[in-house]
């Protein structure tokens, strides 16, 4: 009792030096003229510091399963639940082909690049794999954020960011279970590979469709029984999509983006009412409450002690670079620099996926040290490079009509 008593301390502490922290870095981002969700991450890293300095809390913030870490994922759910309100089932299928380009190329070059850096510096074929597979998957988190903030998540290249980085998320599963193969004590034959492979897909593609043709009939019986439950109608069926996405080997923020999309057919589509009015409000406020945990839980897990080995910091730098034009050259290539500066966080997956390849010992301490740092350093220049490649499509699309 004493123990879980000391567990929720440390948590209720954590959460409000996230809150109030997340204030100050609010206000010294927007100062400089820059995203918020930047000031958030910033004060992460300044927390982080504080934590590796307190030892008595450092237990928040490794303890993958514990109150803390669940509730940032939950936090990160209902942001890419809100993006997912502002899309629907059309422009998704509209939009589908760029997507799955701009995930495919983001995911490979990123992959083969990162290979052939360690084979370079002479590690063995599954430890480079695992490290390239540490730089495919995108966050969506951060970027969402930006968009929502500056009020773009209706452009189409947003709707693609946020779609190819869902598809990122299944190629992700793929290159992981590849890459888990290789580790010493998991043996993964082929039909397990492919049976997880297409419980993954079928997810993608079956879930849109359930919610386009039978979430609207099955809420209107919902509220039928109560009118005043709109809230918890809408938000028990982000739980479940979320549960469904982890049923199927996804992160939980696909099936919280999906369900968005879902209710925004059943639910908001229709015309925003009176009383449909205070359930966007709600979302809105439970997005600014929880949002704040989720990007000062992201920086503030990285050990601030990686900054002090020159070879970590080498092979980071490396990294980061390597990510960061994998992403950009993909969204360019296909779509627009938006769209690949859109890509370029890490965040959460890239942490999950370097630490099992630690866990596993198929990576060693440096590594996992120096994707530490390129996930931290993605996460932080997304944001002003976001707004400046916006304030530059914006500037030339008002040439444009000038002209």
């Not at 979302?283 to 949002?291: D, F, R, S």
């Not at 989720?294 to 390597?322: C, E, M, R």
């Amino acid at each position: 009792m004493e123990k879980m008593a000391t567990a929720f301390f440390q948590s209720l502490i954590f959460i409000a030096f996230a809150l109030l922290g997340s204030v100050v870095g609010n206000r010294i981002a927007i100062k400089f003229k820059q995203p918020r969700v930047l000031g958030m991450l910033l004060a992460g890293i300044v927390i982080g510091i504080l934590f590796n300095w307190t030892q008595w809390l450092q237990a928040v913030r490794h303890d993958e399963h514990g109150f803390i870490p669940q509730l940032a994922e939950f936090a990160a759910m209902v942001l890419l639940f809100r993006a997912g309100l502002e899309g629907n089932v059309k422009s998704m299928l509209r939009d589908a082909k760029t997507s799955i380009w701009v995930a495919l190329i983001g995911v490979i070059m990123p992959l083969v690049g990162a290979y052939l850096l360690m084979q370079l510096l002479g590690y063995d074929f599954a430890t480079a794999f695992f490290t390239g597979g540490i730089l495919v998957a995108t966050s969506v988190g951060v970027t969402t954020a930006v968009l929502s903030e500056f009020k773009l998540l209706q452009a189409t290249y947003a709707k693609i960011i946020i779609s190819a980085a869902v598809l990122d998320d299944v190629l992700g599963l793929i290159v992981l279970m590849v890459a888990q193969s290789f580790a010493g004590d998991i043996k993964l034959d082929i039909f397990t590979i492919i049976a997880q492979i297409g419980t993954a897909l079928a997810f993608i593609v079956l879930l849109p469709l359930l919610g386009y043709f039978f979430v609207a009939p099955l809420m209107k019986q919902l509220r039928a029984l109560d009118p005043q439950a709109n809230s918890k109608i809408i938000f028990g069926f982000m739980a479940a999509y979320g549960a469904g996405a982890a049923f199927a080997g996804l992160a939980p923020i696909v099936g919280a983006y999906f369900a968005g999309v879902a209710l925004e057919e059943a639910f908001f589509r229709s015309g925003k009412d009176d009383h449909e009015k205070p359930v966007e409000q709600r979302v809105l406020i439970l997005e600014g409450t929880l949002a704040p945990i989720f990007f000062v839980y992201a920086t503030s897990i990285v050990n601030p002690v990686i900054f002090l080995n020159f070879k970590v910091i080498a092979l980071g730098l490396s990294l980061t670079v390597i990510a960061v034009l994998g992403k950009i050259v993909a969204g360019a290539v296909v779509k627009s620099w938006i769209v690949g500066v859109g890509m370029i966080p890490r965040g959460e997956v890239g942490i999950i996926f370097a630490t099992l390849g630690f866990q596993l010992k198929i990576i060693t301490q440096n590594i996992f040290s120096a994707a530490m740092l390129m996930v931290i350093l993605t996460t932080l220049i997304t944001p002003p490079l976001l707004k400046y490649c916006i304030n530059c499509h914006n500037r030339n699309r008002n040439q444009a009509e000038i002209i």
